[in-house]
């Protein structure tokens, strides 16, 4: 079951290298590390470049950041969680052994709040940053409903032309937020990496309209295909929607937005930082870089009803919504929520290429972040692998509970 969840990711490839030149293009100011030369797209780095890159994003692209405040919420040491890795070919000796063999470089096991496992590699360690990939997509649809509770958007079942009107006249009249937010649209759009005229390696090199947002002058172009909230169809340019949304509605960027409602309150240890496109704009579906006991903080967060300071920052049932099924995807195992990969038994996680998640189940209280540096931007074995490392965890858990 597992590890179908997982190729869910497979068709974001040609987004990045997308985003990625584009960004290189318009980064004549971005200072790229001389052991890092720089490449066309991310995904033609060489394992080297890719341990030294993805926890330096910063160095190499332009970024925004989301500022953490002074008070940090401590995440104190627990018992250390004792946990046997069985994979379904074999059963690894040892944590270390497991993270050498699949790239791992951060692994983090939260449960009740306090740490049971903190393990690191490939020269990286808890004070730096790692890039998210697409993990970064539950976080700006977190942001969507903040700006609910706030009142900058007053409903996702608003048409989201209300809010973006250059959409007007095209094939998201009549779309709602929340058909967009669930990937639901209806609008026509193919993410085949393998084709070179397909939306999602076009929507970064059609030059925009002048004036126009490269997001919605792209978006705005494409014919529909469905009935809006009949068929899903996964559309990393939606999430780049409702990036431009958010800012838009609030009048901030994301990193601002961002840190006054969670990286401030909540107590983040660290700033983050989010890759900005040629326009200083946050792409929504990707690229937010975090240290690992910050992402392990956000899962917390969603686990503790997304409140702040004692106050909560998302509308009463969002996080309910958020992170159940409201959309089925062509995997019968796996749903999908707002941003959020929905699974049967109440878990939902966050993920990203290369090997990144945010694991979070309620029935355990407990959080698993996981940051890699695959030797593929997704593979069914290290997926599979991945899998076993989490049920591994899980029935450590479970047998401590028994």
Same mark, same amino acid.
Request: aromatic share 10%.
């Given at each position: ?19 990625? @030149? ?6 004549? #100011? ?26 330096? *994003?910063?160095?190499?692209? /332009? ?10 919420? #401590? ?83 608003? /048409? ?19 058909? &967009? ?37 792209? *978006? ?43 990286? &401030? ?23 937010? @870089? ?24 998302? /509308? ?25 990969? #929905? ?13 990144? *998640? ?45």
């Amino acid at each position: 079951m597992v590890s179908a969840r997982f190729r869910r990711s497979f068709p974001r490839i040609a987004l990045y290298a997308a985003i990625l @030149s584009a960004v290189l293009a318009g980064a004549c #100011t971005a200072q790229t590390p001389p052991s890092l030369p720089a490449p066309a797209s991310v995904l033609f780095w060489s394992q080297a470049q890719r341990e030294k890159g993805f926890p330096a *994003m910063e160095a190499q692209f /332009p970024t925004h950041v989301v500022r953490h405040g002074d008070k940090v919420r #401590t995440l104190a040491q627990g018992e250390p969680l004792r946990f046997q890795i069985k994979l379904s070919d074999s059963t690894m000796p040892s944590l270390a052994d497991y993270m050498t063999a699949h790239k791992t470089a951060g692994l983090f096991v939260l449960q009740h709040g306090v740490i049971r496992t903190e393990a690191y590699g490939l020269g990286f360690g808890g004070e730096g940053r790692w890039t998210s990939f697409s993990v970064a997509k539950s976080f700006t649809s977190t942001l969507v409903g903040a700006a609910v509770r706030d009142g900058y958007i007053r409903s996702v079942d608003a /048409p989201i032309t209300d809010y973006l009107p250059e959409l007007k006249g095209s094939g998201y009249d009549g779309v709602s937020i929340r058909q &967009v937010l669930t990937m639901t649209s209806g609008v026509r759009w193919n993410e085949d990496y393998t084709d070179p005229h397909s939306d999602v390696a076009q929507m970064f090199v059609v030059p925009p309209d002048p004036g126009v947002d490269r997001t919605l002058s792209y *978006m705005r172009r494409l014919p529909r295909a469905y009935p809006p909230g009949t068929h899903w169809d996964y559309k990393t340019g939606e999430t780049n929607l409702i990036g431009v949304l958010v800012a838009r509605a609030t009048h901030m960027s994301l990193a601002d937005y961002l840190s006054e409602k969670i990286w &401030v309150p909540f107590g983040m240890e660290r700033d983050a930082v989010w890759m900005v496109d040629e326009r200083g704009q946050e792409q929504g579906g990707c690229c937010i @870089s975090v240290t690992v006991r910050d992402y392990a903080r956000m899962g917390l967060f969603m686990l503790q009803g997304a409140r702040a300071n004692g106050a909560p920052v998302l /509308p009463d049932g969002w996080l309910a919504s958020a992170t159940h099924q409201q959309a089925a995807t062509p995997d019968p195992t796996v749903g999908y929520g707002f941003q959020w990969w #929905t699974h049967p038994d109440g878990s939902y996680d966050a993920r990203g290429i290369f090997g990144q *998640m945010i694991y979070v189940d309620p029935a355990r209280d407990a959080v698993v972040v996981i940051v890699s540096a695959w030797p593929h931007a997704t593979d069914k074995a290290e997926s599979v692998a991945r899998a076993g490392l989490i049920s591994s965890i899980l029935a450590g858990l479970d047998h401590e509970a028994h």
